[in-house]
């Protein structure tokens, strides 16, 4: 197996690029250790000495470092726990309960947030090795989940405003501003 590795925009985080599906739907992100109990994978990335976070995207996994450790030292070990993984055959990640659906539709505006966020946005961080995800809009200001290699990246909020905030702007009139919330 070979792992291919991209560095992010974010210097604490690198994007490994296993050649396989990592997440046949959605995405996961574990920034604790005990948040990774669900992830057989991520577990396994946790046992990693320096390692501080994992993000799980379809076909890729983003691995943060701890402020402390150096690449150099991480990288290897991350790349040897990932090829365990899947020599392992576990699943990235056990089967979870449903989350309760919502029971009230989106509105119009939250639907169009949704499709461009989707079609636009999504696509273009995954390849930076994070994901923005849809909170909540009130008010004319949209709150957006950080993931993966967005979440504490220097250039994070010049994408939020910058980026999204403005095309968001442009497409949506009622979108006022963006932000970010804690995860």
């Not at 995405?27 to 250790?33: G, H, L, S, V, Y």
């Not at 402020?67 to 790349?79: G, I, N, T, Y």
């Amino acid at each position: 197996m070979f792992i291919q590795t991209e560095d992010t925009p974010n210097p604490s985080t690198l994007k490994f690029i296993p050649g396989q599906i990592v997440m046949p739907s959605g995405t996961a992100d574990f920034r604790t250790e005990e948040s990774a109990a669900r992830s057989p994978l991520a577990r396994n990335l946790f046992t990693v000495n320096g390692v501080d976070g994992v993000f799980l995207g379809s076909d890729f996994i983003s691995v943060t470092k701890a402020a402390d450790a150096e690449w150099f030292s991480v990288k290897p070990a991350v790349l040897a726990a990932i090829m365990d993984h899947y020599t392992s055959g576990l699943p990235a990640v056990e089967a979870a309960e449903a989350a309760p659906v919502n029971a009230e539709p989106d509105s119009e505006i939250v639907v169009q947030i949704k499709e461009i966020l989707e079609t636009r946005v999504r696509p273009a961080v995954a390849q930076d090795g994070g994901d923005i995800v849809f909170h909540d809009f009130d008010e004319g200001v949209v709150y957006l989940e950080m993931h993966g290699s967005c979440s504490g990246c220097p250039s994070s909020t010049a994408t939020l405003k910058a980026g999204i905030e403005n095309m968001l702007r442009y497409y949506i009139p009622e979108v006022r501003e963006v932000r970010a919330v804690a995860a």
